[in-house]
C-alpha cells in the first residue's frame, strides 16, 4: 500500500514524462477530485497509508488518460473555472480560458447602464452567464448553431444563472428584437493553421468552435454586417479577437458604422479585445 503523498509523487512523474506543460498542477487537480481532498487535509494527510482502492483507481485513471491519450484535464474532470465561476465541459464545447476574461470584464466595465445582451457562438455559456452572474443585465441571451454546445450552455446556465436564455441559430438566422451589447468570441483560427494547433486542442476540441475559414476573419465580417440590425441605438459590439487581427477587425467595424472603436490588450500585451458603438442610421 502507498501513502497519499507517493501516489500524488507517482501521479506527477507520469504526467510529466509524458510530456504534460503542467504536470505538478493537473497531477493535484485529479488527486483533489479523484479524493475529494483539498490542500490543507492532503498536508495533514499525506503520509498516511492510503486504502480507497476506488479512488487510487479514479486517480490512475485520470493519469493514465491523460499522460497516453493527451485528453485535456478539463475533458476529463468534466468541469473548468472561468470568471471564478465553474462550467462543466465536455467536448462539445471550447475550454473556458483566462484571455476570454479581458473580454467580460471590458463589458461589465463598458457597458455598465446597458440593460440587454447577446452572446454570439456562446459555446459552453461561459461569457453570457458570467455577465448574467456578475452584471446588471435584464436580458441575456446565448446563441449556438451547435446543439450539443448548447445543451451544455443550458446546464449551466440553470446552475450559475437560470435568468440566461439560449437559441438555437446560426448567427443571427434565428434571434429576433433588438439588443443593448452583443459579444462574441467566434472561430478565428486560420483553417490551414487549425492542423498546427496543439494535439490537446485540435484532436478533441470542436473544430466547427476554432476554424475561422480561409483567412480566419469570415465570422467577424458576418457578425459585423448583421450586427447593425440588431442593436439598439447607441448599442455595443464586443469582440474576442486572435493576436493578428487587431488591424482588420477594427477597419471592418470602422467600414460599418462603429464608432469609438477601442483595441485593448490582454495580460501578455497581445491584442485580445475590439469594441465599439454603432448610433444607428449610417
Partial sequence: MKTYREILKEGEQRLLLAGVENACGEAWYFFEDAFSMERMDYLLEQNRVCEKMNQIELFETYVKRRSE???????????????????????????????????VEEVLEK???????????TGSGCIVISLAHYGNFERCVGVDLSEGALKIAKENGKSLA??????????????EGKYDVIVSNPPYIKTNECQNLMSEVKDFEPMLALDGHEDGLYFYRRI?????????????????????????????????????????????????????????GK
Avoid: W
Fill in 162 to 175: 437560470p435568468m440566461v436564455e439560449f437559441i438555437n441559430s446560426d448567427l443571427f438566422a434565428g434571434v
Fill in 111 to 121: 457597458a455598465k447602464e446597458k440593460k440587454t445582451v447577446l452572446d454570439m457562438c
Fill in 69 to 103: 491519450k493527451h485528453i485535456p484535464m478539463q475533458y476529463l474532470l468534466g468541469a473548468q473555472d472561468f470568471m471564478g465561476l465553474t462550467f462543466k465541459v465536455t467536448p462539445d464545447v471550447l475550454i473556458p480560458r483566462q484571455d476570454t476574461e479581458v473580454l
Fill in 224 to 280: 459585423i454586417k448583421d450586427a447593425k440590425n440588431y442593436l439598439n441605438p447607441g448599442g455595443m459590439l464586443f469582440f474576442e479577437i486572435g493576436y493578428d487581427q487587431g488591424k482588420s477587425v477594427p477597419a471592418f467595424m470602422q467600414e460599418a458604422g462603429f464608432s469609438e472603436i477601442v483595441l485593448k490588450q490582454d495580460l501578455a500585451g497581445l491584442d485580445r479585445v475590439v469594441y465599439g458603438k454603432y448610433e444607428g
